[in-house]
């Protein structure tokens, strides 16, 4: 053979090793049905470039529209006086959750103006209520025989139409909300009598409907819920997170939260959500999440939500500064009615929220919490910090106008090359150093892109602030929902 050939075959060779090698050390990595073991996943990294997600509440809850998505277990289960009047004088007595189903058509829902819509917010990925505590299931599943949407109502796969519409016309990623109990289901009732010593709803109701929903539609999300009542073993909650990282199609991709049984929230998992709304207001070593709604009173929708029940786009711009400055990723919900339609007013919060995107991006997306979070002489502005080739840029996001024409940051230390910009401005800005910190001197608003007015970025280079190590952050008194909650 010629000495080319010899080189070329030994050359395969040495590749083929290589590739054989890399390959046995990837799958050499699996992971064991324990919390140790789970705990030790790396998260993958499009959620924390991600930082900015939607979440949807709908179900046979948005066809009543009143209270909230509970309103089943207010009306039924605690029996909340205002909640049964309220059905007492709008329906007749015999009325039942089940009736509401009939008359839940999703009939305006169009699963490719959703997607359009994420999108043009700026999202990065969804999550859908797939199944809520009521129990009625978004897909035809097997599992939830005529209480399902092919069943009942909308005969439609719903879960199915939009993931399809969402990876057909944009590039966020695909997630599914899923209540792991059911209020009133009555193996679930069983199980609880029998103080969670048997298994009944979890082994033929549960974990099927999970595993169903990650090999149907390949999720990138597994947002679980409904977990408090009852231990993680009840749950056979590691099982299932052993094989969703190990076996399960979406392996690679999928992250998940941290509520999977009682006192395992702000504990474990994928990453932390601690509880509704949280946003501790200070750095945090473990990833996390702060899940939100744009109706203040509800998660699902009401149709008598208010005006003034409904978050501003400068409160909106606020949370999301404030959660990424602190290393978390926002979940902003909405509800839409049980016609399929998302108010028109959501639509304009997330219209908004993309326009302020579209400008200030690079201030979110792949962004690294900074050595400080938010500035010691000027309120209300927040930092986030991007690697970049000349070292790294900081971003400083105002949510307050300066009405002073100028704006002094006590937190940046610059230099001689230090260039300061806007986004979307095409001069840099004038600045001085003084005592209290550096002044910049401000264009005028409104030679700024509009979306500025909600919250101005300011980007700045070269400066000499020397990185400092993280602290272990205490959680705040009003997040800590456990006493003996880990420090993380």
Not at 217 to 228: A, F, R, T
Not at 244 to 250: G, I, K, R
Not at 327 to 346: E, S
Not at 393 to 401: E, G, R, S
Request: aromatic letters at 14%; glycine letters at 6%.
């Amino acid at each position: 053979m010629p000495r080319n050939g010899i080189t070329i075959c030994l050359l395969v060779v040495v590749l083929g090793l290589q590739w054989a090698l890399k390959s046995s050390a990837k799958e050499a990595v699996r992971y064991d049905p324990t919390w140790e073991s789970l705990d030790t996943r790396p998260l993958p990294a499009w959620f924390d470039e991600g930082k900015l997600g939607i979440f949807i509440h709908w179900g046979v809850f948005s066809q009543i529209g009143y209270n909230s998505e509970w309103v089943w277990w207010y009306w039924q289960g605690t029996k909340d006086p205002a909640v049964v009047k309220y059905f007492q004088d709008n329906f007749p007595p015999d009325v039942t959750y089940a009736d509401f189903a009939q008359k839940f058509t999703a009939s305006f829902f169009d699963a490719n103006q959703w997607a359009d819509l994420i999108a043009a917010s700026g999202a990065k990925y969804l999550a859908l209520t797939a199944k809520h505590h009521e129990g009625f299931t978004l897909w035809p599943s097997r599992y939830s025989f005529n209480w399902n949407a092919m069943d009942v109502g909308p005969r439609r796969d719903l879960v199915g139409e939009l993931a399809t519409a969402v990876r057909n016309r944009t590039k966020v990623h695909y997630g599914l909300y899923h209540s792991l109990y059911e209020w009133f289901h009555p193996l679930y009732l069983r199980d609880k009598a029998n103080n969670w010593t048997t298994q009944e709803f979890t082994k033929s109701k549960t974990l099927p409907e999970l595993y169903e929903l990650v090999n149907t539609y390949k999720p990138d999300v597994i947002w679980s819920d409904g977990d408090w009542e009852a231990p993680d073993t009840y749950w056979n909650s590691t099982d299932f997170l052993a094989w969703l990282y190990n076996e399960s199609p979406v392996k690679d991709s999928v992250v998940t939260n941290d509520r999977w049984g009682a006192n395992i929230m702000c504990h474990h998992g994928g990453y932390l959500t601690c509880t509704d709304r949280y946003n501790p207001g200070v750095l945090q070593t473990r990833k996390w999440e702060n899940c939100l709604t744009l109706d203040t009173q509800s998660w699902g929708y009401r149709r008598n939500m208010n005006n003034a029940d409904v978050m501003t786009i400068n409160a909106l711009i606020g949370n999301l500064a404030a959660t990424v400055s602190c290393g978390g990723n926002l979940l902003l919900n909405i509800g839409p009615t049980g016609d399929g339609a998302i108010p028109a007013i959501f639509q304009e919060r997330l219209t908004q929220l993309g326009q302020w995107m579209d400008v200030n991006n690079e201030a979110i997306y792949k962004t690294l919490p900074w050595s400080s979070q938010n500035d010691t002489f000027t309120k209300n502005v927040w930092y986030t910090s991007k690697k970049s080739a000349d070292g790294v840029d900081v971003y400083a996001i105002m949510l307050t106008w300066s009405s002073n024409a100028t704006v002094v940051l006590g937190v940046p230390k610059v230099t001689s090359k230090t260039v300061i910009t806007i986004p979307g401005y095409p001069s840099a800005l004038r600045h001085r150093v003084q005592a209290e910190g550096v002044e910049i001197l401000l264009p005028p608003l409104q030679d700024l892109p509009a979306a500025h007015a909600w919250g101005c970025v300011l980007k700045l280079t070269h400066l000499n602030n020397k990185p400092r190590p993280q602290r272990v952050m205490q959680l705040p008194e009003h997040f800590r929902r456990h006493s003996k909650i880990r420090r993380y």
